[in-house]
């Protein structure tokens, strides 16, 4: 039974052809997981500035409800619709 490791113990030629697609494949697989850690970062950032956007709005809104007057801003935000109080 051979597992394929023998390729690089016996004194044939092809060993350094399999060593060099080995350290051809390794460099590829780390620039790709360069390349991931990069794009994790990237969507880390976009989702931290994603929740300070959100929590911002949320700040405004909730100023904006809190200070909200029916009676005084009905007639500013709802011009085209009948508002009628009882």
Do not use: I
């Not at 950032?45 to 909730?62: C, I, V």
Request: charged share 50%; hydrophobic share 25%.
């Amino acid at each position: 039974m051979s597992c394929g490791c023998s390729v690089f113990f016996n004194s044939s030629p092809d060993k350094y052809h399999v060593v060099f697609r080995h350290l051809q494949l390794l460099r590829k697989w780390e620039s790709r997981e360069r390349k991931k850690a990069r794009d994790y970062e990237k969507e880390k950032d976009r989702e931290k500035e994603r929740k300070t956007d959100e929590s911002k709005e949320a700040r405004r809104l909730k100023e904006f409800f809190e200070d909200y007057d029916d009676e005084r801003d009905d007639v500013k935000f709802y011009k085209c619709v009948s508002v009628h109080y009882v």
